[in-house]
């Protein structure tokens, strides 16, 4: 009933772009609050985007103007086009999805029902 699964994680080098796809069913597409996530070894996670209930996107700050987020209707696709990519942005990036409101900070946060099981971004300085 509750799926997510991401795609698209590879490694590159620094300056380079990689576009991510996360395939949400239906119910949670149609149902939950949904966004992205990262986290790398040792560190704790990072919320990066939110779509809002307005329509609006929200970026952390540590993405802004270099990652798009992107949400395919007709197929129930969250894209995440990242450019300009740093050895820093090297994670597992993660989709997310929440009932009700959600914001950047609740990726961080953990309490969320729904996630995939992660694409593997590695960036090489």
């Known amino acids: 009933q509750g799926q997510m699964t991401e795609s698209g994680g590879d490694s590159v080098q620094a300056g380079g772009s990689l576009r991510l796809s996360c395939e949400v069913s239906?119910?949670?597409?149609?149902?939950?609050?949904m966004g992205w996530f990262r986290q790398a070894p040792g560190k704790e996670r990072e919320g990066l985007v939110a779509f809002l209930r307005d329509g609006g996107v929200e970026y952390s700050d540590s993405v802004k103007g270099r990652f798009t987020a992107d949400k395919n209707n007709a197929n129930n696709i969250l894209d995440l086009q990242m450019n300009s990519l740093k050895p820093e942005d090297t994670a597992m990036y993660y989709c997310a999805a929440v009932g009700g409101y959600c914001s950047v900070a609740t990726w961080a946060s953990g309490r969320f029902p729904y996630r995939g099981q992660g694409t593997q971004v590695t960036v090489s300085s």
């Open positions: 239906g119910y949670i597409y149609d149902n939950f609050c």
